[in-house]
């Protein structure tokens, strides 16, 4: 599909997580934008008060789409506002950058503050209008608001042909401290067990035959493992290990 791109997902352990990087660190370069070895994504997610995305996740409904506002390295200077749609095994993202006003209004505002921040909001292109308008939609129609902090560190990999990055998520948390989003030290339960990790693999419309080979044979089980319902199923449960 145009615009949508292949994602894998895998739930891997420190020492093959540790093996799949050295034998893809020859082929493929670090992301230019991470500094040293990783760094830090965190996401508020929103979710409707009977977690609709949580449940269509779970469900597997295809197409479907989670709403999050994201921020690297605990900035407040660059935060977006997100809509990450899935079709089957393939993923497409809209993007808005907003500022610290409008991100204030969206996470601790209440349901008619969220609105009006948004009526009548144009951004600097079509893209950033239409994300703008869905959101909107999901607060009035779901009542979509925060529901937890997704915190890990990421280290990146990118290889031209065929657009493909591959990322290691390590330290998975999820925190409900949204005072605390751009702080250093987020506090937080831990979402897998330890020392096991995230490992991402997405590319356009072919994954170059040079790194599946060198995947390949690695045992690899390949998962749906979204952090956001794994965070959740933890919480129903009261197990996030």
């Known amino acids: 599909m145009k615009g949508y791109r292949k994602e894998q997902k895998y739930i891997v352990g420190d020492d ?3 093996d799949v990087a050295n034998r893809i660190s020859p082929l493929m370069r670090r992301d230019i934008h991470q500094k040293g070895d990783h760094y830090r994504v965190r996401s508020i997610y929103f979710d409707s008060p009977t977690l609709e995305c949580y449940r269509q ?11 999050r506002i994201r921020t690297y390295d605990c900035s407040s200077d660059t935060i977006s506002a997100e809509i990450k749609i899935r079709h089957r095994d393939t993923i497409s993202k ?19 503050e969220r609105i009006e921040a948004l009526l009548g909001l144009t ?4 893209g ?9 939609m999901r607060i009035m129609n779901g009542m979509y608001r925060p529901v937890c902090i997704i915190d890990y560190e990421r280290s990146a990999y990118v290889y031209d042909i065929g657009n493909v990055r591959i990322t290691f998520d390590r330290n998975v948390t999820v925190s409900e401290d949204f005072a605390g989003m751009f702080g250093e030290r987020l506090p937080g339960r831990a ?7 995230i490992l991402e693999i997405k590319y356009d419309e072919f994954l170059p035959d040079e790194i599946a080979a060198v995947l390949g044979g690695m045992g690899l089980c390949r998962c749906s493992c979204s952090k956001y319902a794994l965070a959740q199923t933890g919480n129903m449960t009261g197990d996030v290990s």
């Open 128 to 136: 950033s209008e239409r994300v703008y308008e869905k959101y909107l």
């Open 16 to 18: 093959l997580l540790a």
């Open 57 to 67: 996740n779970m469900a597997g409904v295809s197409p479907r789409e989670k709403y």
């Open 191 to 197: 979402v897998l067990a330890d020392n096991r990790h």
């Open 123 to 126: 951004g600097e292109d079509k």
């Open 94 to 112: 809209m993007t808005a950058r907003i500022g610290r006003d409008l991100y204030d209004r969206l996470v601790f505002g209440d349901r008619a």
